[in-house]
Antibody, heavy 122, light 110 residues
């Protein structure tokens, strides 16, 4: 059974960097594609970005320049860094799996973490 | 803001059929598959429909999806109290090179 669990600080100061980790169990992280998705309070879901099997990344254009997604294969973990945060970055952040293969992503998410609320405030 | 538009709310009584619409454009729904997620408060979103009309194993056949042109819809038949949740459509958008979610629809069981 694939399980994902987000962790990281729940409070980040404005202008600082938000850093989250997603621990993946039940699946080797190098076999699939992984995304971060967020939901601001009272709002809808927003795709943050993804990392491919090849290590290539894609990011939401609205966040480009501030976001980095990476993997640590030795720890089977996915990471998110979002720089220069503002109150608008306050959200529940989810990590999720795209069950695609080496032939490509399937563009849906079949396993999700429970989410981590990150509040940006001084 | 989202490029996929959904009605903010929909409702029905137990046993009824509720339909949630999702309107997009040629660069997303018009040229790619549509996905539907159910999101209960405090829980992780759950995949309900993939490739516009397919159900993952374990999803009841009360949930069905369809797509026509640049619009898609999710139908929930035999509505149950446990279906009360937020529902989101989603698709890859070619022009923005971006995965987009719909604005979300809150389904209420009266």
């Amino acid at each position: 059974q694939v399980q994902l669990q987000e962790s990281g600080p729940g409070l980040v100061k404005p202008s600082e960097t938000l850093s989250l980790t997603c621990n993946v169990s039940g699946e080797s992280i190098i076999n699939k594609y992984w995304s971060w998705i967020r939901q601001p309070p009272g709002k809808g879901l927003e795709w943050v970005g993804c990392i491919y099997i090849s290590g290539k990344t894609d990011y939401n254009p609205s966040l480009k320049g501030r976001v980095t997604i990476s993997v640590d294969t030795s720890k089977n973990q996915l990471s998110l860094q979002l720089r220069s945060v503002t109150a608008a970055d306050t959200a529940v952040y989810y990590c999720a799996r795209d069950p695609g293969t080496i032939f490509g992503m399937v563009n849906y998410f079949d396993y999700w973490g429970q989410g981590r609320l990150v509040t940006v405030s001084s | 803001q989202s490029v996929l538009t959904q009605p903010p709310s929909a409702s029905g009584t137990p046993g009824q059929t509720v339909t949630v619409s999702c309107s997009g454009s040629g660069s997303n729904i018009g040229s790619n598959s549509v996905y539907w997620y159910q999101h209960l408060p405090g829980a992780a979103p759950k995949l309900l429909i993939y490739r516009s009309n397919r159900r993952p194993s374990g999803v009841p056949d009360r949930f069905s999806g369809s797509k026509s042109g640049t619009s898609a819809s999710l139908a929930i038949s035999g509505l149950r109290s446990e279906d009360e949740a937020d529902y989101y459509c989603a698709a890859w958008d070619d022009s923005g090179h971006n995965y987009v979610f719909g604005t979300g629809t809150m389904v209420t069981v009266l």
